[in-house]
């Protein structure tokens, strides 16, 4: 008892010497809520868009709906096939990351400060019109389902994924894995469902770090993402 008091004692004399940078937070209109971290050290931006929720959304029998649901949007977006997207993408030599975790989905794009208005315009492309093409849909999933197969031919990395399974249970969101079956479950109807639910602007945060104005860094959100639709938060 002593013990754990003492770690306590620590871990809150620990979180208190934190010092988050200088930054400012603020709402726009249709509920989006934008963290704004300005660095002038290096001509560099990173915006990250949390979406809440993650995997812990998928329903019970299609895990891995949430991790497909984040591969997809850069894979054709606001009028571009996969192949411009990736292009004006390298053009701009931006790097682009998107992954479900248990309680998100993270898109990070970063890109030259001089790039923000068109770097902007792809997120906000990927966000508000994927086009979930359909043999883009069916790539995706033969591949995670191709994924979900190689991790059995593995023991020591079929042990550490399925730990989960087995520590959570079924009828726990984290104990649901995906796999060949649930994945084969999934529809494109049921990624456009998805990302409509969990992409609404109240559902999301947008962190952006880096070398930019904040005022004009939230003017160039506000003119991409402040047309997504408002949606419902995931609680």
Known sequence: ??????????????????????H?????????????????????????????????MDPPEQAGLSDVTAELPQHGAGGRSAQEFAAQLDALGADWQAAATP???EMELEFLARDT????????????????????????????IDAAKSVKDDAGEASHYYAKAMMFGPAHPYGR??????LARITRDDIVRFHRQAFGA???IAVA???????????????????????EAHT
């Open 117 to 144: 208005a068109a770097a902007l315009g792809l997120l906000g492309d990927a966000l508000g019109k994927p086009t979930f093409a359909e043999a883009e849909v069916k790539k995706a999933l033969a591949e995670s």
């Open 202 to 204: 109240r559902n999301l």
């Open 177 to 182: 894995l995906p796999d060949e079956r649930s």
């Open 24 to 56: 400012e937070t603020v709402t726009l209109p249709n509920g989006l809520r934008v963290i704004l971290a300005p660095n002038h050290e290096v001509p560099l931006v990173a915006l990250r868009v949390l979406a809440r929720g993650g995997a812990e």
């Open 103 to 105: 309680q998100a989905i």
């Open 209 to 231: 770090a880096g070398d930019f104005v904040p005022a004009a860094m939230r003017a160039e959100i506000e003119k991409t993402l402040g047309a997504l639709p408002a949606g």
């Open 1 to 22: 008892m002593i013990w754990g008091f003492g770690l306590l004692c620590w871990a809150l004399s620990a979180a208190a010497q934190v010092k988050l940078p200088p």
